[in-house]
């Protein structure tokens, strides 16, 4: 089915896993376009008490008879085949789409479309660009994947044709978008619970590139090799940046007290403006170069630029400091592969800190068996790691790989770890070996953001 964002408003939609951070996105967006939205998920939430609020019907559970006088169901990737309302509306021939098809539809009826796309830092760039495209006062629509204080969430409706949003590559469903301007931060291995190898990765990256209209543009990073490979093969025009390589570029870099950079802007040889990060780590340096590429191609400002940057503080669970307890700091971050971890890490050395405490908890049996030398090698910049058992998210146990191998091996490579089962006797564990001075890391992309909040109240 095609759907028509600006003309259909008179179609009443409804979302299987309405409470999911994209798909409450979308629903949210419909709702400020006066759009009927239905929506169901496993739990109540915060975002669904919102949805409710804001008009749309929330039902908790999934049944059959939620799908009432319904137009469009969509749904996501998560959701199983057996799943009674995709069933119901399969048997009823009610029109489907996917989560990643429905946005798509609606970037359709927008000109200017920035999908931010890339393995590692698409939710921190895309809110930089964010903050960019809103100092400029473009009165963008913006859908990221954490929530973003300067729009009080994850979404925020606009009325121009200004539309950015995160592209993922997981089930390559970035492939049904249609962008004016890509970004690709980097390839590296990751999802190979659905793709073969890096090889057939990097070949969804080059579809993805293949999608920006000739006269579009396409941001690369070309300080990431992959990505300079699926550049050379581009048919729009190619806006390249890096610290290394790349025409927008960073020079005369420095850092704060806190680990974040302060650098001059080059275009080639010539000075554009000097900028100064909140954020920290080496790694944003490039995810600041690639918004600012962007802003650039959208011919916004220095002025602008320069203001959306100096006010991005970070989003939610990205190097997010979450409160300091007798002069021990507690930072989450939403890290899950074994490169962003590494850039996690490096960062905290610019940190303040005596100690270094990590609490990791891997996300997927996938991804840990498949990256399991990685993550083994990950964790050579902390003083004391402690191992979580692993965040099942979508997936079964099958007992291939656990939580205890992964602490076995990266015992065997000369680093402090230990592995708890429980939130309770993770929490217990650093009461007792925390003191003042010391700085704990939360990672991780499920729930264990939990242990430095429970942490912070019962120190």
Do not use: W
């Amino acid at each position: 089915m095609s759907f028509n964002f600006e003309h259909d408003t008179n179609k009443k939609i409804h979302f299987i896993g309405i409470g999911g951070v994209s798909m409450s996105g979308l629903a949210e967006i419909l709702l400020e376009h006066n759009y009927k939205v239905s929506g169901s998920d496993a739990k109540e939430s915060p975002v669904t008490d919102k949805l409710r609020k804001n008009g749309a019907e929330i039902y908790i559970g999934h049944n059959s008879e939620n799908i009432n006088d319904v137009d469009l169901v969509v749904y996501t990737a998560a959701i199983s085949n057996d799943n009674p309302e995709l069933e119901y509306a399969k048997k009823s021939n009610i029109a489907l789409m996917t989560r990643a098809q429905f946005l798509g539809s609606i970037m359709k009826d927008h000109k200017y479309n920035v999908a931010v796309s890339g393995t590692h830092g698409k939710t921190t760039t895309t809110s930089i660009i964010s903050h960019i495209v809103l100092k400029a006062n473009l009165d963008p629509t913006i859908l990221v994947g954490g929530d973003l204080d300067i729009i009080g969430g994850n979404v925020r409706a606009g009325k121009s044709d200004y539309f950015i949003t995160e592209a993922c590559e997981y089930k390559a469903s970035f492939l049904e978008f249609f962008p004016y301007i890509g970004v690709i931060l980097d390839i590296d291995a990751d999802h190979l619970d659905y793709y073969k190898d890096i090889d057939d990765i990097e070949n969804a990256f080059t579809k993805f590139s293949s999608l920006i209209p000739k006269d579009g543009y396409l941001i690369a990073n070309y300080d990431d090799e992959r990505t300079v490979r699926v550049a050379s093969k581009a048919k729009c025009n190619v806006v390249s940046y890096g610290i290394e390589n790349g025409k927008i570029n960073a020079k005369n870099i420095g850092y704060d007290d806190h680990g974040c950079a302060v650098f001059d802007v080059y275009d080639g040889n010539k000075f554009l403006f000097n900028v100064r990060l909140n954020v920290p780590g080496k790694h944003n340096i490039l995810n600041s170069l690639a918004s600012i590429a962007t802003a650039l191609v959208l011919d916004i400002d220095a002025k602008s630029i320069i203001a959306g940057i100096q006010s991005f503080n970070g989003t939610h669970r990205r190097f997010e400091i979450k409160g300091t307890k007798a002069g021990i700091t507690v930072i989450d971050d939403y890290a899950h592969h074994p490169t962003e971890i590494k850039a996690t890490l490096a960062a905290a050395q610019n940190y303040p800190h005596k100690k270094i405490f990590c609490v990791f908890q891997p996300h997927t049996y996938s991804r840990t068996q498949s990256l399991f030398d990685e993550f083994s090698n990950a964790f050579s910049n902390v003083d004391m790691l402690v191992l979580a058992d692993i965040y099942a998210a979508r997936e079964k146990d099958t007992g291939v790989v656990s939580s205890d191998m992964l602490g076995d091996a990266i015992r065997k490579n000369g680093v402090p770890c230990k592995n708890l089962h429980s939130f309770d006797d993770i929490v217990a564990y650093l009461k007792e070996n925390l003191t003042e001075g010391d700085v704990l890391f939360t990672i991780g992309a499920g729930d264990v953001y939990k242990v430095g909040e429970t942490f912070l109240k019962k120190f």
